[in-house]
């Protein structure tokens, strides 16, 4: 297999592995920018890959899985609305509330409707979002360097992750081009100054969470009907915080944020393509060593060591209105 082979095929597997990151990592992006830390992408995550597996095993429905996930991860964005802005509770604790429950609750649903050790039965291909041949890609398939790019790279994922990738010129429209995307710059910068003007604070914070659920819940449904064909205990592995720290990285802004996601896809496909593999003067590299290269990556950035992230002025201040 040619350099050109493996490079194809590595940066097809870098974008299948980020299509969920990006989605967790724009929902964060709406919520933080309206001032609300959400440390529980990776609890609204988990929760709609478990809903997600589950009504699609029920319903033989991938769609019927996704719709059920978004409003299980809606809801849940809701429960963190009211504790944080309704009730102006403390937004990392009911964040990290949040995961803690959908961890231990999605373990014992599972195991007592399923009786497989937390898991759901496999997905067969008619309740999973399967891959999409493009136009033309059989066609194509054999010519050289245009072909493998367009049939492996271009085409080949299935519907999520192009829906993926078309939301963050989308995601980049509502946020600097919008009223609404004005308003939620605003209201995470200067609450006091928005609320002055008439708008509600509170509202605006929870029309931003509403948003966050719907995409946190297509990124779970991704991971269990797309990316794998079952829900496995905590199969999140911690991915809703490595979008927190592509966030953070990409300084809440999507196309960044795109790039950073992207950054840990690469890490996680070339993780994959690497075990097994000797390297000239160093030997066989440990999996255990490869594994680790994205979670290495995502200390190192929310550490702070790559640059410097300003976060808006208001995120994680509850705020009351002055009467």
């Not at 996601?261 to 160093?282: K, T, Y």
Request: with cysteine; hydrophobic share 55%.
């Amino acid at each position: 297999m040619d350099f050109y082979v493996i490079a194809v095929l590595t940066l097809d597997a870098t974008v299948r592995v980020s299509a969920p990151l990006i989605l967790a990592a724009l929902a964060g992006l709406f919520s933080e920018r309206s001032g609300v830390v959400d440390i529980s992408l990776e609890g609204k995550m988990l929760a709609g890959a478990f809903t997600a597996a589950c009504v699609a095993y029920l319903a033989n429905s991938a769609w019927m899985g996704l719709a059920a996930a978004i409003v299980v991860s809606w809801s849940l964005a809701m429960l963190h609305g009211f504790a944080c802005i309704t009730h102006r509770g403390n937004q990392v604790v009911s964040g990290v509330a949040i995961n803690i429950l959908v961890a231990g609750l999605s373990i014992v649903l599972g195991l007592v409707w399923f009786h497989q050790g937390g898991q759901t039965p496999n997905l067969p291909n008619t309740a999973r979002f399967t891959e999409i041949v493009l136009p033309g890609a059989e066609a194509v398939k054999n010519v050289p360097v245009l072909g493998e790019l367009y049939y492996e790279l271009i085409g080949g994922h299935n519907i999520l992750v192009y829906i993926a990738f078309a939301a963050v010129p989308v995601v980049w429209w509502i946020v600097y081009r919008s009223r609404f995307g004005l308003r939620l710059r605003a209201v995470g910068e200067n609450p006091k100054a928005v609320d002055t003007a008439g708008i509600s604070v509170a509202w605006l914070r929870y029309r931003a969470l509403m948003l966050n659920g719907v995409l946190c819940g297509m990124a779970g449904a991704y991971i269990s009907t797309a990316q794998n064909a079952q829900f496995v205990r905590d199969m999140t592995a911690g991915q809703g915080y490595m979008a927190l720290a592509a966030l953070i990285f990409g300084k809440w802004r999507p196309v960044p944020v795109m790039f950073a996601c992207l950054l840990f896809g690469f890490l996680d496909a070339v993780a994959v393509r690497l075990q097994g593999v000797e390297v000239p003067g160093i030997g066989v590299v440990p999996v255990q060593l490869i594994e680790s290269l994205p979670y290495i990556l995502t200390v190192v950035l929310l550490a702070g060591f790559i640059g410097k992230a300003i976060a808006p002025k208001a995120i994680g201040e509850p705020y009351t209105k002055e009467r």
